[in-house]
Structures are given as structure tokens and as C-alpha cells.
């Protein structure tokens, strides 16, 4: 197999995590499921993913859970399997019996792909209980444990590749995503910091998949803590061993952070390729945080222009796009920017990806869709006053609001655009 043809284009879907966080249970999952099936699916948009703590057994706020270990016992335990591996907690999946299969079964029953969270590393419980390896002759948890551990969930012990039975544990849990039909793994904690360690864990997951048989798209994020996520300086060993990997913390619906992406995102338009995409995070728009945290359950407080900020940049970074918000209950005005046909073209099928001016103010971006090409101006200052541009449109060839469909005049191939604060004109060139 060839990992690269797992997602030859970024892949597009919705995760629960913006909306519930680490407490989805299988009838929210299976709402948006079937809104996907009933009126998205027709747009691209194809898998659905089970975000964190799937085998933890509270529903709860969004804010990451932990355990306490004393007197030889877990105040609240993870449901794992006799070989250390993490089934669903049937307090949040009651039909699942130890197994994905029915979810899987339900996703591609209606044409999707299905896709599940997974921390780095061993769960903690089967480390202290020194449970077996599956596949090995007396090797334990404890045995295969590194030491580099997640710092803001402290569910598992960081893997030693190094270490007899590492390998097999991996090979063991991808086995067993294999048998329930898993399309789609998000490895957490994954990306930042990137040493050494955590570079031999990606390879063995990668190395896990590859001996499944079974396409398994392996997306990777970083977790929480500091500002940038993947380090750019390795580069070549995402692209060889990830299919997409976050370059950025979590991107919530603020200001602030779709600004800051700005910069992350320039660096690593070089490294955009097929079946390999830098990550900008989900798309927080729609109906966010039903079990609190973060500022509590709301509306995407993005604006009109903000939201067409996002997706533009989401397109010409040929980012992955994930649908953060619980869609039964988002409004249309958020639903309609993910019906945005040619926006999701742009992010589908784009060449050539670029950046055509870095600035800190008003950036743009260039990318090409057969003989079309698009050009994203960007006005993303803090300052309140609007921007005037002129736009050279070359002989030949029509100017085009790709937002709006509108022609864009011009004048002896000149054109004036006005970029409102933090907004966006991306523009469809196109011969006459």
C-alpha cells in the first residue's frame, strides 16, 4: 500500500470534539451522521469521527479529564480490553460491546467513512496493572513505556520504540481498528514537541497501519500548551510517515486565533502535496460547545466575513476540513459555508498553492484549478479602517467574486477591491 492514496485530496467531515468535546456519546454521533448522509455528503464531505476519551466512561464539560491513581486503584477507569487496548465505554456507547463495528457499519451503511481519536502512547491503567501485550510472550505494559508522557491528559505512558513489545501493542490496537472498519485514526499529542521519541511513535503507527492492509488515514495533532504545533524543520518526515498533521493549536472561533494562523500557514504552503496536508485545525462554525467549556455552548461568534476568511485560507492551504459544530442544531446561515461549492473545489483540487505576498496586514495567497486561477486577498490588520487594493487583471482574461459570482469591473486591466477588517476577496481569473 501506498499511504499516499489513502486521502489523495484533504479529507472533509465533521468531528465531535468542538461541540461534545470528550462526551459524544452514540446517539449525538449518530445525528450527525445522518445529517452528513441527508444533506452534506452531496458537497464532499464523507467522514465522521469519534474525538477523545471514547473509552472514559463520564459525560461531561469539554476541559480534559483526568485520572487519579491511589491505593493501587483508578478513582475512574477507562473500559480496556485484557490486553491493555481501549474499547468503547458502553456509558456512552451501550451498543457497541466492545467494539466500533456497529459505528463503522452505520457510516458506511450511508456512504461515509469512519474515523476514531486515539492518545499517543499505552493507557496508564494498563501500565500500573501490567496487563499483556497481546501477540508477545511476557512482555507487559510496563515493559514498553518511555517516559516522554502527554502533559495535559495524563491517560497514557509515552511509548519506547526501542523496546521489545512496543511495536506489537501498536500492531495489536491497529489490528483490532482493522476489524471494526476504521477509515480514519487522529493521533493526539502527537506533534509538539516533535523529538526523537515521539518521531520513532509516528513511524510505528504508521508502520502499524501498513501491516493492517486496510487504508487508515493518519491525521496528527499536537494536543494543547504553545503556539505553533508541527515544527517545519521536519517537514519530510510528516510527509513521509503522516497523511495530515496539525500546524497549529486549537483554532477556536476568535479573532485572535484565525489571525495568528496567518504566519504558520505561509511556512508551510511548500509542503502541501497529494495524500500529505498541513493541518489548520477544525472549522468552528455552527453550534459549538454542548457540554460547556471554553465560554460555554454558543453559536460560532465568527463573523459573516470572518467565516469567508477561514474557509479561503482553509482552501488555499489545501488544508483537511472538519465540520466542528453540532449540525441538527446550526443555523443555515453556518450551514451555508459548507455548501460552498467552489470554495471546497479550490481546497479539493487546487495546484500550485502559494503564497503571493507575506504581510502581517494584508497577505495574498495564488493557486491554480485547471486553467483557473484564484488570487486570495486578505485584510487581517487590527486596524478598523478598510483597505484599498489594485489588482492587475492580465489581457484576455475575466475578473470573478468566487464568493459572490460577481464580475469584477476593471479599467485598462486595473481593478480597485475594498477589504473591510478582518475579510477577504478571493478572486476567479479566468480567460475571456
Not at 497523511?243 to 494562523?261: E, G, M, P, Q, S
Not at 496567518?262 to 511548500?270: Q, T, V
Request: glycine fraction near 8%; charge should be negative; include cysteine.
Amino acid at each position: 500500500m501506498d499511504k499516499n492514496s489513502f486521502a489523495k485530496k484533504p479529507p472533509m467531515g465533521w468531528n465531535s470534539y468542538d461541540c461534545f468535546g470528550h462526551a459524544v456519546d452514540e446517539n449525538e454521533f449518530k445525528q450527525n451522521v445522518d445529517y452528513v448522509c441527508e444533506n452534506l455528503k452531496e458537497y464532499g464531505w464523507e467522514y465522521c469521527v469519534v474525538d477523545f476519551c471514547w473509552s472514559y466512561p463520564i459525560k461531561g464539560p469539554i476541559n480534559a479529564p483526568s485520572q487519579r491513581y491511589e491505593n493501587g486503584r483508578f478513582d475512574v477507569e477507562l473500559w480496556l480490553d485484557d490486553f491493555g487496548r481501549p474499547i468503547p465505554a458502553p456509558t456512552k456507547f451501550p451498543s457497541a460491546n466492545g467494539s466500533f463495528k456497529y459505528l463503522a457499519d452505520y457510516c458506511h451503511e450511508r456512504g461515509l467513512k469512519f474515523g476514531i481519536h486515539l492518545m499517543r502512547g499505552v493507557p496508564r491503567q494498563a501500565v500500573e496493572y501490567k496487563l499483556p501485550i497481546y501477540g508477545t510472550d511476557g512482555i507487559t505494559a510496563d515493559m514498553i513505556i518511555s517516559g516522554e508522557d502527554c502533559d495535559w491528559l495524563n491517560h497514557n505512558k509515552g511509548l519506547d520504540m526501542d523496546k521489545p513489545g512496543a511495536q506489537e501493542y501498536l500492531d495489536s490496537i491497529f489490528k483490532q481498528y482493522a476489524e471494526w472498519e476504521v477509515d480514519y485514526i487522529k493521533l493526539d499529542d502527537a506533534a509538539r514537541p516533535y523529538t526523537s521519541g515521539r518521531m520513532k511513535e509516528v513511524e510505528g503507527y504508521h508502520k502499524a497501519i501498513m501491516a493492517t492492509g486496510r487504508p487508515m488515514v493518519l491525521s496528527l495533532s499536537p494536543g494543547a500548551i504553545s503556539h505553533e504545533s508541527a515544527p517545519v524543520e521536519q517537514a519530510e518526515h510528516f510527509i513521509k510517515y503522516a497523511n495530515a498533521w496539525r500546524i497549529k493549536d486549537d483554532v477556536w472561533d476568535n479573532t485572535k486565533h484565525l489571525r495568528d494562523i496567518f504566519p504558520i500557514a505561509e511556512k508551510w504552503a511548500p509542503y502541501i502535496g497529494e495524500g500529505h496536508f498541513p493541518d489548520a485545525d477544525m472549522l468552528p462554525i455552527g453550534r459549538l460547545l454542548k457540554c460547556g467549556g471554553f465560554g460555554g455552548e454558543r453559536d460560532t461568534r465568527l463573523s459573516k466575513k470572518e467565516k469567508e476568511v477561514m474557509l479561503t485560507l482553509w482552501a488555499m492551504l489545501r488544508s483537511p476540513l472538519m465540520m466542528g459544530g453540532h449540525l441538527p442544531e446550526s443555523k443555515d446561515e453556518d450551514l451555508a459555508f459548507y455548501k460552498q461549492k467552489e470554495v471546497i473545489a479550490l481546497n479539493q483540487n487546487s495546484t500550485d498553492n502559494r503564497v503571493i505576498k507575506k504581510d502581517l496586514k494584508y497577505p495574498i495567497w495564488g493557486a491554480r484549478v485547471g486553467e483557473k486561477e484564484y488570487q486570495a486577498y486578505f485584510n487581517i490588520a487590527k486596524s478598523v479602517m478598510p483597505k484599498i487594493m489594485k489588482i492587475t487583471i492580465p489581457e484576455g482574461y475575466k475578473a470573478t467574486d468566487a464568493w459572490t459570482n460577481d464580475e469584477i469591473k476593471t479599467k485598462g486591466g486595473k481593478a480597485y477591491i475594498v477589504l473591510t477588517p478582518m475579510s477577504t476577496k478571493l478572486i476567479r481569473l479566468e480567460k475571456i
